[in-house]
């Protein structure tokens, strides 16, 4: 229960009690929304205001919570959206964030009722957030209400500032993850803006090496930020003498449907997409470490070793600024 999201919706007084008494805190919390009706739809049960009386006892028992809410067009969003986020901020004094994120819709999805964002849907959500927390600055918590990455690459929005993510609560729910790694680059980058320089002026009249990044369709957008701002914190040193650098997009045929983002890509469709792409080229081909489990498995059970065999320049990383700017530098 501690450290995943939970519904709340079939706990009983026992494990509430226990949660109090021992301080398990901060709860990730998925609510989607506080109205009966919208509630029954989304949790496919008619106990799940048992979830809204669970949260309620423990926020008036002083356990800390991160929410969670699931998005989906014209069911919780708009009007029902804007419902929710006012009792959350209004009514309960121990949230710590709401974060809210696409649903995800597969290929073997049977349901009629779900359906997907697009550019557009998603620029209305955006929109409707900023409103919100424009018109209730005066209600505590307003400004701890945030939009998941993938909202801002669907509807093509720059990202809020760093700073507006505060402590990054919600990071291992693709809240202020890309926003995280493009401030790591950059930081990197001028603290290191007179040794890269000087590394890729030694290296001009040498060879370029070429590197492949693997990454997702929401990934690709990504890494093109994160080569931007090395290109034009560097003065172009690095284009004109550091190495080529490629990104193959990987399309998630294994979920399908709109699952677009890197950590649940499956070994087979990156196989797949290495086996077309001329890999030999490459003095590195870089897989990111995210796409695998606790037990170093990728959604389809692909281990380190099966991708490592994929070609000895492959390459597996941390997710993380850091590690992609010194992969990419000591390629010189």
């Known amino acids: 229960m501690y450290g995943n999201f939970i519904t709340l919706t079939n706990i009983g007084k026992k494990e509430l009690d226990k949660i109090v008494k021992y301080r398990l805190e901060p709860l990730f919390i998925s609510v989607h929304s506080l109205d009966k009706s919208k509630r029954e739809i989304i949790f496919g049960t008619k106990k799940s205001m048992n979830g809204v009386d669970n949260l309620k006892f423990l926020d008036e028992n002083g356990i800390k919570t991160n929410i969670q809410i699931v998005l989906c067009p014209g069911i919780n969003d708009g009007k029902d959206l804007y419902r929710t986020l006012l009792n959350l901020v209004s009514d309960y004094s121990n949230i710590i964030s709401i974060g809210m994120v696409p649903v995800g819709i597969t290929k ?11 550019k557009d849907s998603a620029g209305k959500v955006i929109s409707d957030i900023k409103k919100f927390r424009n018109n209730h600055r005066s209600l505590k918590g307003f400004d701890d209400i945030y939009l998941s990455d993938e909202f801002y690459v669907m509807g093509g929005v720059p990202f809020p500032s760093y700073k507006q993510y505060k402590n990054f609560n919600q990071i291992e729910n693709g809240i202020g993850k890309s926003v995280n790694f493009l401030r790591q680059v950059s930081d990197f980058v001028r603290r290191n803006h007179d040794l890269y320089c000087s590394m890729a002026e030694r290296n001009k009249n040498n060879k370029k090496n070429h590197i492949l990044l693997v990454s997702s369709e929401y990934g690709k957008v990504i890494i093109e930020f994160a080569i931007k701002i090395i290109y034009k914190e560097l003065d172009g040193c690095l284009e004109r003498s550091g190495p080529d650098i490629d990104i193959i997009e990987v399309k998630n045929n294994f979920f399908g449907g709109n699952i677009k983002i890197t950590g649940i890509l499956s070994g087979r469709d990156i196989e797949s997409s290495l086996k077309n792409a001329d890999t030999g080229k490459y003095c590195r081909v870089l897989i990111p470490e ?13 281990g380190k070793d099966d991708f490592r065999n994929m070609g000895k320049n492959v390459k597996i990383i941390p997710e993380d600024g850091f590690s992609f700017i010194k992969e990419i530098f000591s390629a010189l």
């Open 290 to 302: 995210s796409i695998f489990n606790e037990d170093n498995l990728s959604i389809d059970n692909y």
């Open 108 to 118: 073997y999805n049977d349901n009629e009722i779900l359906k997907s964002y697009n």
